[in-house]
């Protein structure tokens, strides 16, 4: 049975490059820090194309998403997924009154 997608078996193939190989070290030394029983620190990273691997279970990583990091815990169920899928970079849509332009109806403002 396959762990990881197509694309995802392709990139390790092909070899961890400087960057995720350095974050991976990162981690590793946050968990090795942190005592039995306790969470590891906290490991920052831009890397939102990493793809989670077994090791990184129980982690903390904080991912960017252009404006601010956001802490992700590591879970068994995330394996193979990118951390990026767990930090929105967008803010959803809140759908409230409808505003200016919106219809030709709301462009009436009364001017009493």
């Known amino acids: 049975m396959e762990l990881v997608h197509a694309r995802a078996r392709r990139r ?15 981690l590793r030394a946050a968990k090795k820090a942190a005592g039995a029983n306790e969470k590891p ?7 939102r194309n990493m793809i989670i691997v077994p090791e ?15 802490q992700v815990e590591i879970k068994p169920e995330m394996t193979g997924h990118y951390l990026g ?7 959803p849509v809140k759908h409230g009154r409808p505003g200016i332009g919106a219809t030709n109806s709301s462009r009436f403002i009364p001017l009493k």
């Open 12 to 26: 390790f193939q092909r070899g961890l490059k400087r960057k995720p190989m350095s974050f991976i070290k990162k």
């Open 56 to 70: 990184m279970i129980g982690s903390v990583v904080a991912v960017y998403n252009g404006k601010t990091f956001n």
């Open 41 to 47: 620190a906290v490991v920052k990273t831009h890397l």
């Open 85 to 91: 899928e767990f930090s929105i970079t967008y803010k």
